[in-house]
């Protein structure tokens, strides 16, 4: 069986799947402005006997499926996403930092803007349930988190409340961003240092009740009665600099 490709295209998500992913490359395409900083990769391809090729403008729009591509597509190997292990969920618990559980979260510009704030601001590890796992390979996402999502330890966790009871039982601080939390983000800043795992819901329906229970803390992000709540990627973006 072949293995599956991802397409990823826009200047800093092939950057970084370059220059994480080098050997997955199958296919480089990209624009003129691009061939000599290209060079040195190129160079490695050719040794590889990779497929790389610059293009007129509407060849690499029709290549990457959109014209949001920057002038640079990448074909490589899709990458596993393997399943969060009890063990890794125990030393994750045991470790100063936070990281991320997204419970239904499976828009990819959600996931993708998720993944590039939770980068930048030192996430080490991002965990999502099968509708999220589906979409870390998409061109959309990848090209939202703008190579975010290659420094995160990317898995997929097939029962959300079972991983917050384990991350709980192992000593870490498991917080629900609810909208009734009890706590405000300015109540968790005496947690920063801590072992913190932040729980989001689905973009439709919020957190499963069932996984909210199961966390050691619920907190809720306060504003007006404008709307009634936050685009989930927004909401991730708020609480994580509250916990960092």
Partial sequence: MQAREQTICGLRAVQAALKMRPDRVRRLFYSAEHARPLQPTLAILAKRRAIFRELPADELDRVAGTRAHQGLVAVLDAPDVPKLSREAVTLTAQQPGVTLLLDGVGNPHNVGAIARTAAFLGVRSLWLTAE??????????CRTAEGGLESLDVSVVH??????QAYAAAGGHALALAVRGEKTLADLTTYRGQPILLVLGSEENGLDPAVEAACTLRARITGTAAVESLNVSVAAGIALAAVI
């Fill in 132 to 141: 999220g796992a589906e979409t870390v390979r998409s061109s959309a996402a």
């Fill in 159 to 164: 029962d959300a409340r079972a991983v917050v």
